[in-house]
């Protein structure tokens, strides 16, 4: 016998939000969550460089997740949607 878990998260009907398009990135503000893996600080410094030189991106919030097995922090994902046009998650290795 074959024991399969099906790996998709349900989505949370109260967490819906209407979604934005951004006509640019010149002076927005871009967060990043960090899931703890290996090098994804690192592609996410360069990143960060290359959005705020190329783009004009005005600033670039980082916040790391304690673990990559648990979702970020409701407070994290508040204080990020707070301050944040764009937020970006990632995966490293």
């Known amino acids: ?8 998260a349900t989505r949370q009907p109260d967490s819906v939000q209407a979604r934005r398009k951004l006509e640019t990135l ?3 503000v871009i967060g990043f969550i960090d899931n703890a893996k ?5 592609l996410v410094d360069d990143l960060a460089d290359l959005l705020v030189a190329k783009y004009g991106v005005r600033q670039v919030v980082k916040r790391r997740k304690q673990s990559a097995s648990i ?7 508040a204080e990020l949607a707070g301050q ?8 490293g290795d």
């Open 84 to 91: 944040c046009d764009l937020v970006i998650t990632g995966s």
């Open 26 to 28: 010149a002076g927005k």
């Open 71 to 77: 979702p970020a922090p409701e407070e994290m994902v």
């Open 38 to 42: 290996p090098n994804f600080d690192h």
């Open 1 to 8: 016998m074959v024991l399969l878990y099906n790996p998709a």
